[in-house]
């Protein structure tokens, strides 16, 4: 882990203590399914941020990946019908 | 600074809005609270109370708060849904659906917009496509770019420079999460929880989307008749 001086002079005014980071981390530990399959307690900061960064660019590629579908099924269909469905499921 | 709230509503202006207050982190409130507008929500219950509130030391509304704002509210179904029907209605309203990125930029407006300002991604999304239209219009009148808010901005270069791996992915990182290039470590890690819990519903909100309008198309071709998607 890198020095608490650092992170402190980053800071600014607030203090921040190597706890508050240490619990933050292990949160965002939880969230990303790529640590969490293996056992928690292995993951360093630096490999929880890596996958972190790694997890979001797999998301935004996701996001994008959908998006271009969205959009070519929105032209190619009608769109009275098939939205009217889409909401219609929607309100059920 | 609540200007963010009235350009939520102006982004999304066909979706009715309904009044209510908005408590933003460390705001100085004041009457201007009872002035900003948020999205409809299809539970006031949850939301009356804690809205109307602003942040105190109080530990029961702080539970409450957390609970409307931590990211596991991305996690419910219902906000799925909330989300799903807001893209749809935004979709509806795109006029050039074939411009490479607009499903993507209206996915994230309503995106960040559900966030109803609480996060600074959020913000920072719907402020970032105004201010580069802003920088747009500015550079067509005068030669000289004047900066525009977000983006020029955050590329003077920072006070410290330090090369340890971990600032290095802290920097990465920072800069995958909209608006937040200059934000503190700690603030930097919770801002990327609620991201990541609302870009997982993103995902799981526009796969189940393009499901339904696979599905629908095929409807279509039947000359449908009352289909039936029995959702959950």
Redo the contacts between chains.
């Keep these: ?2 020095s608490r001086r ?2 402190s ?4 005014s ?1 203090r ?1 203590t190597d706890d ?2 240490a619990d ?2 292990s ?2 530990q939880q ?2 399914p790529e640590i969490r399959s293996r056992r928690s307690d292995k993951a360093s ?2 490999k929880v ?2 996958e ?2 790694n ?3 797999n ?2 590629r ?3 990946d ?6 070519g ?7 009275d ?3 009217a ?3 219609r ?4 | 600074m609540l200007w963010y709230q009235i350009y939520i509503s102006l982004s999304l202006s066909p979706i009715p809005v309904s009044l209510s207050t908005v408590s933003p982190r460390r705001a100085t409130v004041s009457s201007f609270d009872q002035l900003t507008f948020t999205m409809a929500e299809s539970n006031p219950d949850a939301n009356s109370n804690v809205s109307r509130k602003r942040r105190k030391i109080d530990p029961d509304s702080d539970a409450r708060i957390a609970a409307e704002t931590g990211p596991t509210r991305w996690r419910t179904q219902a906000e799925q849904h909330i989300y799903s029907s807001k893209l749809v209605d935004a979709l509806r309203h795109l006029r050039r659906p074939d411009s490479g990125h607009a499903v993507r930029d209206a996915a994230d407006r309503v995106l960040a917009a559900s966030a109803r300002g609480k996060t600074r991604w959020s913000r920072a999304i719907l402020t970032n496509r105004l201010s580069l239209r802003l920088a747009h219009i500015n550079k067509k009148h005068k030669k000289a770019a004047k900066p525009g808010a977000g983006r020029s901005r955050s590329r003077k270069v920072a006070a410290q420079k330090k090369l340890p791996p971990m600032q290095k992915k802290v920097k990465v990182l920072s800069r995958l999460v909209p608006g937040c290039r200059k934000v503190s470590l700690p603030n930097l890690l919770e801002e990327t929880t609620d991201y990541i819990a609302a870009l997982e519903m993103q995902v799981k909100a526009m796969t189940f989307l393009t499901g339904l309008l696979n599905g629908g198309a095929s409807a279509a071709a039947f000359g449908h008749s009352g289909q039936n998607f029995s959702s959950s």
């Design positions: 882990m890198s650092s992170r002079r980053a800071s600014g607030s921040i508050q980071i933050l981390v949160k965002l969230l990303i900061a630096s941020l890596q972190t960064c997890y979001i660019r998301l935004h996701e996001v994008d959908l998006s271009h579908r969205l959009s099924l929105l032209e190619s269909t009608d769109g019908s098939a939205q469905a889409i909401i499921s929607l309100l059920l």
